[in-house]
């Protein structure tokens, strides 16, 4: 990785870990796109920022002890554009009944100006809420 997108990850990284929704906001265009297994949709930073405190209620819930960037490869579309694949690990107490790490995986279109970036589109490329799910009816049949 190159060092501008290096310190973009890091700071990506450790705003989620403090679900600090001011510093996760700075990282998002005012619209961006999401994608999951559902489909696309247009997001407003502003009802993003009002989902923070609740996606952190639920990560808290299922257990969830930290998210931790394990790779990371960005490929330049031109000099605005950069697409970076990602992938994360997931750290789940013994509480949650889960007791294991997961892997899940983003890709990001990042928008850079004036050395800045901010994330234009997200692809979240499993259904999170449903293989914690899985996971849970599978140690709980063991």
Known sequence: MNLPIDGFLRDYEDAISRSDASAIAAQYSDVFMFADPQGVRPVRKEDF???????????????????????????????????????????????????????????????????????VFQIDHQDLAARVRDLAGHESRK
């Open 49 to 119: 920022l009002k989902a923070i405190p609740r996606r952190k209620e639920w990560f808290t819930s299922i257990g969830l002890t930290q998210s931790k960037l394990i790779s990371a490869d960005e490929m330049r579309l031109d000099s605005r554009y950069s697409l970076v694949k990602t992938v994360w690990k997931m750290s789940f107490g013994e509480s949650s009944g889960l007791g294991q790490d997961i892997e899940t995986s983003a890709t990001y279109v990042l928008e850079w100006t004036d050395g800045t970036a901010r994330i």
